[in-house]
C-alpha cells in the first residue's frame, strides 16, 4: 500500500506515525500505556491526488480518515491499525478574498488564525473564532460543524459558508455552487458540515466574510443568580441585539475565571460592536436589560479578551498529565425555559470529582448553549475513567430526557457514539443511506458521527 500511495503522492508525502486527535478519554489512555497505533498518513497536493488516493483505499477497502489540525475533541480522529490517514496539511492557500463582495475562497487545511489575520489586514473578518482556532484549519472547523465565541453575531460555521469543494470516495468532484443563495435544488454542501469526514473530503470553501467593526463596547455585569442573568441575555436577543460576545458565567465559573465578585454572583460579559453610535447604542440598549445587575465597568472584558484564547491544547494536555487525572468540557444547548434546570441536573451529574463549571454563550432569539467543564483525580486509571464515564453518561442522558441537544459545537466522534441516534431518531436512517448511497464501500471515516454503532 506505501509503494502505491508514494507513487500517487511522492515518497516524502507519506510517512507513518501515531494519530489521534485531543479527546481527552484518547490522551487519558495514552497515559496509562494504551498508545494509538502508527498509521500511514498520506499528505496529498492538489484535487487529483485525493481522488487517486480514495481510489486506491476504495479499491483495497481500507478505511481513511481526513486530517486537519487534529484540535477535535471528540474522538473522530482515531485511525485504528491498517488504516489511512489523509492529512490535508498541503491544501494551504487563501485563493482569493474579493473585498467588494465579502467572500473568500481558500483551501481546506488553512489555518484558522492565519486565515483572520489575513482579513484582518484587509479590514475583514470571518467572525469566526473557536477558543482552539490556532489549532485549527479550515476542513476541520467545517467538518465538526464548529462555532465560535462570536457567533450570537456572525453565526457559526454554517452561516460562514456558501459553498465547498469535495471529493466523494469514487474520486469524483463536487464544485462550489453560485452564491449568494441558491434554489436550484437542496444545498447539498451543508451535508458536509458536521458530517466529520464521513461522507468525503472538503477540499475548499468558499466563505461568507465581514468588515472589522468601527468600534466595540464591551462590560460586565455581577447578577445575583443565574436565572437574572439568564432573563438578561433572553432580553437582549430577543430586542434584537446581536452582541459580538454574550457570556454568563455561573457562580462556580465566575470564580474559577479569578473574577472577584461577592459569593453566589453570576459574571455577565457583553460586547457590543458596529458604527460607533451603534456600538454605543446596543451598550446602552443592553445597560438597560441589565438594570437589576450591578455594573463592572470594561475590566471583565478586557480581561476576557487577554484570557480568550488559555484553554490551548497544550493546556489541555498538562491538566492530563498527572495520573488519574480527568478533565472534559460538554457543550449543550437548549431552549431558555429548559436552561435553568439543565444547568442544575448536570452540573449535579458532572460533579464526579469536584470541578463542575458552566457558561452560557452561542446565544440565540430561542435558547443557548450551556458549556460545562468537569474534572477530577482518581486513585487509579480505572478509577478515573469510570468517573469520566459517569460524568458523560449523566450529562448525556440529562439533555435527552430535557429535549436539549447533546452537543452545541464539538460534535459526535466517538464520545457521543452511544447516545446520537437517541438525538437523531429518524434522522439516524437518512445519515445512514446517505452514508451507504455516497460511501458504499464504507471508507470514510469509519468513526465519524458515531460510526455504524
Ligand atoms: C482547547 C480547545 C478549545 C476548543 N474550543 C472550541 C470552540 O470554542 N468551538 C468549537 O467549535 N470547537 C472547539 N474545539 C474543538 C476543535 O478545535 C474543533 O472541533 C475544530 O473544528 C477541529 O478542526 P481541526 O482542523 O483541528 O480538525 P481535526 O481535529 O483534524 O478533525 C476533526 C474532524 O473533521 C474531519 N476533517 C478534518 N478536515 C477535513 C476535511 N478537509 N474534509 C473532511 N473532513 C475533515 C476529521 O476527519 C475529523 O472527523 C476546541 C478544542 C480544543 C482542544
Redesign the pocket.
Known sequence: MRAELEKIVGATAVDERRVR??WPLAIMEERAGNTPPRVLVVRPSGREQVAAVLRLAAANHVAI??????????G??APAAGELVLD?GA?DRVLEVDETNLVCRCE??VNGYALEQQLNARGLTLGHF???LP???V??????R????QSSRYGSIEDMVISLAVVLPDGTFAAPRPGPRSAAGPALHDL?IG???GL????GAVLRVHRLPESTVGRGYAFRDLRAGLDCMRAVMQAGIRPLVMRLYDAEDTAFGGYDLSDGECLLVVATCGLNAVAAAEASAVEAFAREARHLGEAPWERWLRHRFD???E??KAFLEPPGAYLDTIELAAAWTVLPELHERVKRAIAVGGLALCHFSHAYEQGSCAYFSFGGSGDTEDEARAAYGRAWEGAMTTALELGATITH???V?QVRARWVADEMGGWMRVWRALKDGIDPGGIM?P??VGGRS
Open positions: 486527535d485531543l480518515t481526513p486530517m486537519g489540525g487534529g484540535s477535535g475533541v471528540c473522530a480522529l490535508m491544501f481546506a487545511g473557536p477558543s482552539s489549532g485549527t484549519t476542513g476541520g472547523l467545517v467538518a465538526t464548529s462555532s465560535g465565541q458536509f458530517a466529520e469526514g468525503g473530503v472538503v477540499i484553554l490551548s491544547a493546556r489541555l459545537h464539538h460534535g466522534g471515516n468513526r465519524a
